[in-house]
């Protein structure tokens, strides 16, 4: 769960800003009902749709990236891209694949934001298009 105080931090941050703005947590924001039919929502910050709100009302999230769930993924949630990087572990012993990670590049001009995610091993790419306020 994201404190109250944290909460209110992270809204004042964003309303002082016009700039493109990704967000990283370590726990998913993600809906629920979005990732799979038996998600453990044990992997889930507790308040998300709360913190997600935030996020949505400030118009400058583009991205928010988070772990701790394995299988990694993406979403598109009302304009913001949501991505879950896979996890290292538990994937097998060959280098050569099991070496997951992403480079990002992100391209803003204007209101437009471009962020391409480049997955490395079985962590898959992603390419989110945005629009800021």
């Known amino acids: 769960m994201v404190p109250k105080e944290e909460a209110d931090w992270l ?3 964003l309303a002082a800003t016009k700039k493109p ?5 370590h726990q998913l ?12 929502v044990k992997h889930l910050i507790a308040n998300a749709a709360d913190i997600r709100s935030i996020l949505e009302k400030s118009g400058v999230v583009v991205a928010v990236f988070s772990g701790h769930y394995h299988d990694g993924g993406f979403q598109n949630v009302n304009g913001i891209g949501y991505v879950v990087l896979q ?7 060959d280098v050569a694949y099991h070496n997951q990670y992403s480079t990002v590049d992100v391209y803003a ?3 437009k934001t471009k962020v ?13 298009n945005a629009t800021v306020k």
């Open 11 to 13: 809204k004042a941050d």
């Open 21 to 25: 703005t990704i967000v990283f947590t």
């Open 29 to 40: 924001l993600n809906p629920q009902d979005l990732i799979e039919p038996n998600f453990d």
């Open 87 to 93: 996890a290292n572990a538990a994937y097998g012993n």
């Open 109 to 111: 001009e204007g209101k």
């Open 116 to 128: 391409v995610v480049a997955g490395n091993g079985a962590q898959k790419s992603y390419v989110i």
